[in-house]
């Protein structure tokens, strides 16, 4: 069973940053596809960035840019760096592992393993 773990999550005004950290339960970080997501109140979990086990990475057209993706694979650790937040960009965001290790993007259908989120919330 795998399990992911997210933090970092908090309060930002917009201009800011914030880097999210998702640990997972074991040594899948290499192997799988993995990515962030997010959700508001109220809209659908949209893909926001990913990441396969050959360090090829994927964003979403509204966070190209702001975001960056990346992994320790010794920690089995997967971050998000978040630069130049909006206030758009409030949500919950979930760290989430496919069951492939290649081709995944950002589409939600792709992942199978969730975290419980971690709440981004930025003011303006």
């Known amino acids: 069973q795998v399990q992911l773990v997210e933090s970092g999550g908090g309060s930002v005004q917009a201009g800011g940053s914030l880097r999210l950290s998702c640990a997972a339960s074991?040594?899948?970080?290499?192997?799988?596809?993995m990515g962030w997501f997010r959700q508001a109140p109220g809209k659908e979990r949209e893909g926001v960035a990913g990441i396969d086990n050959g360090g090829i990475t994927s964003y979403a057209d509204s966070v190209k840019g702001r975001f960056t993706i990346s992994k320790d694979n010794a920690k089995n650790t997967l971050y998000l760096q978040m630069n130049n937040l909006k206030s758009e960009d409030t949500a919950m965001y979930y760290c989430?592992?496919?069951?492939?290790?290649?081709?995944?993007?950002?589409?939600?259908?792709?992942?199978?393993?969730w975290g419980q989120g971690t709440q981004v919330t930025v003011s303006s």
């Open positions: 074991r040594y899948i970080s290499s192997s799988r596809c």
């Open positions: 989430a592992a496919g069951s492939a290790g290649r081709g995944c993007g950002v589409s939600v259908y792709a992942y199978n393993y």
